[in-house]
């Protein structure tokens, strides 16, 4: 099994910045992709960006796209996602995710004010 602890969320005003972190432990070998996604009450589990483990380019959904950067840490299996000119749509609690299985951490909320 894998196991995912996120952190790093909190409250920021508009045109803040927050740094998430993702901490893999356990069969981190198995992992191929980590991929962070964001809910909001009431609403889908939404996208938000993709980090290969093999290296190829990450990629981000439309609405974090030049705002949101995805990066990694090999040595401690951990995935950020720099976030940065936040605005209040981005309010929603943030999940890491792995595949090819499909493990899930905690969330970490994140709160944009206006």
């Known amino acids: 099994q894998v196991q995912l602890v996120e952190s790093g969320g909190g409250l920021v005003q508009a045109g803040g910045s927050l740094r998430l972190s993702c901490a893999a432990s356990g069969r981190t070998f198995s992992i191929t992709v980590m991929d962070w996604y964001r809910q909001t009450p009431g609403k889908e589990r939404e996208f938000v960006a993709r980090?290969?483990?093999?290296?190829?380019?990450?990629y981000y959904a439309d609405s974090v796209k030049g705002r949101f950067t995805i990066s990694r840490d090999n040595a401690n299996n951990t995935v950020y996602l720099q976030m940065n000119n936040l605005k209040p749509e981005d309010t929603a609690i943030y999940y890491c995710?792995?595949?090819?299985?499909?493990?899930w951490g905690q969330g970490t909320q994140v709160t944009v004010s206006s």
């Open positions: 995710n792995t595949l090819p299985r499909n493990y």
């Open positions: 980090m290969w483990w093999s290296g190829d380019s990450p």
